[in-house]
Structures are given as C-alpha cells and as structure tokens.
C-alpha cells in the first residue's frame, strides 16, 4: 500500500488598499489605485510520498486544485475567477553527521517541477493584493537547499534554506526565467546565560542586484523575565521602486505567569 496525504487551505479575506499623497508615496505600479475587494480561495492537495532506496532518496508526486474568486475584476464592472489543475513532484534527500563535540549538521537538497495541467479563468485581471491574485499558470522548476546545525549542548541551533525558482512558459504579465533567490534563516542561541534569537527572510534579485524584500528581527532576553526585540524591514514593488524601509523596537516583560505587558514602535 501507498501512503497517501491530503491537504487542505481556505482563505477568505476582505482587502483595501489606499494610495498616500504623491510626492510621498507613487500610485500601484497596476495603475488601478485604491480598491475594495473580497476574495475567497481554497487549495486541495493530494500527494504520495515514495522512498526509493537510493541514497535516502524521497519522491513526492502531487496533484492539486486551486479555485479563487473575487467580487470584483479590474474593470470593477464583474466578479472575477480561476480554476486550476495542478500537478508536479518533487525528489529529495537529507544528509547528516555528528561531530564529537556533540553538533550534528543535516542538509537536504531538493528539486521539484510543477506545471498547470488544465485552468479556467472568467473576469480577469483584478487588483493585485499578493501572490494569490497572480496567475499560477506556467512551468516551474524548484532547486532548494536546506542547512541546520544542532549543538545541543550550548543549545545553539541555525537552519538556513536558499530557494531559486526558474519560470517557463508563464503570461506576459508575469516574470520568466529565474525568479529571486529566496534566502530564510534563524539563529537560536545564548551569550553568556542570556538566549537570543535571529530571524531573516529575504527575496534577492540576481539580475538587477536589488533586494526586493527583506525582513530581519533580532531578540534578546537579558532576564527571564524580560524580552527586547529589533529588526529591519524594506521592499520593493512589482516595478522595482522602494516601498518603504522600517525599524522596529518592541519590548515584553512578565508581570507573573499569568499577566504580561509588551509594546511596540
């Protein structure tokens, strides 16, 4: 027998957006400026995990079915919705040592396809939101890289994942070839008796250079009772121009183990 997962998301969300003054802040880069919508999507997923025997090798085919609708399209004279079949697979395998000083060090590099195999589109486009208001047609292929290294004695703990997407046969409105290195990572230790964390998630551009999203937190707990977190924000938007850059400060502090108190700016 063959094992077999099934997976389910549904998301529905209300979304406005607004557009500030301009010699402050430029219009969307879809030239369709401030909107209302409601959107409802769901994603059903099914999938056979295979081991093969090879070097610990793992092979997941998959098939999947998205539909997506909005109360409103572009045009704002009709809803608007998607249908989509989906299908690829993905082959990986994890690699691990231990150390005598106790770390361990796993990597797991993986390669997948995926590719729309039947879709159905009424009322297109719409205003763009996020990902989900983008088409999900094409051909892609996923080369990922996962690190982690454990030294459970200092209780110190990395994971780094670099991710790069290469895009074929996608519409006109969407970006070819490859896509930008996405690069995630956190950093969990302690300096002294006092733990501290490290978090990044960010999306590089190979082509221009530019990092099109960037988002970094640095947290500390000086006392048990007592957390300090920093971090650092920027983006880009879909025509390359900065959308803001941001530093954050927060701060959260146990009155008991009951009651807390934290704030932010």
């Known amino acids: 027998r063959l094992p077999l997962i099934y997976s389910s998301n549904t998301a529905l969300d209300h979304l406005a ?31 056979t995990p295979l081991a093969l025997g090879i070097m610990g090798l793992r092979a997941t085919p998959f ?5 997506t ?12 919705g998607r249908a989509v079949l989906l299908a690829g697979a993905e082959l ?3 690699f691990w040592k231990m150390f005598a000083s106790g770390s361990r060090h796993a990597w797991t590099p993986s390669v997948a396809y995926r590719a729309d195999v039947l879709s159905s ?10 990902l989900r ?3 999900v047609e094409g051909e892609f292929v996923d080369l990922a890289l996962r690190s982690r290294w454990e030294y459970r004695e200092l209780k110190s703990d990395l994971d780094i994942e670099l991710r790069e997407t290469y ?22 230790s302690s300096y002294y008796g006092m733990p501290f964390g490290v978090t990044h998630d960010g999306r590089y551009d190979g082509a221009t250079g530019d990092t099109d999203y960037s988002r970094t937190f640095f947290g500390w707990e000086p006392i048990p009772t007592l957390d300090l977190e ?25 009155l008991s183990t009951k009651w807390e108190v934290d704030g932010d700016y």
């Open 17 to 47: 957006r607004f557009e500030g003054e301009l010699p402050y802040e430029p219009p969307f880069a879809d030239g369709l400026g401030e909107r209302d919508v409601t959107r409802l999507d769901t994603l059903q997923r099914l999938e």
């Open 133 to 135: 208001d983008v088409s």
């Open 63 to 67: 098939v999947a079915g998205r539909a």
């Open 167 to 188: 895009a074929n046969a996608v519409p006109s409105t969407a970006m070819e070839g490859w896509q930008p290195l996405v690069v995630r990572g956190t950093w969990l």
């Open 69 to 80: 609708g909005w109360s409103d399209n572009a045009a704002e004279d009709d809803i608007a």
């Open 92 to 94: 990986a395998t994890t």
């Open 230 to 254: 920093t971090g650092y924000q920027t983006a880009r938007d879909l025509a390359g121009d900065r959308l803001y850059n941001a530093l954050s400060v927060g701060a959260r502090y146990a």
């Open 121 to 130: 589109e009424s009322g297109l486009p719409v205003a763009q939101f996020d």
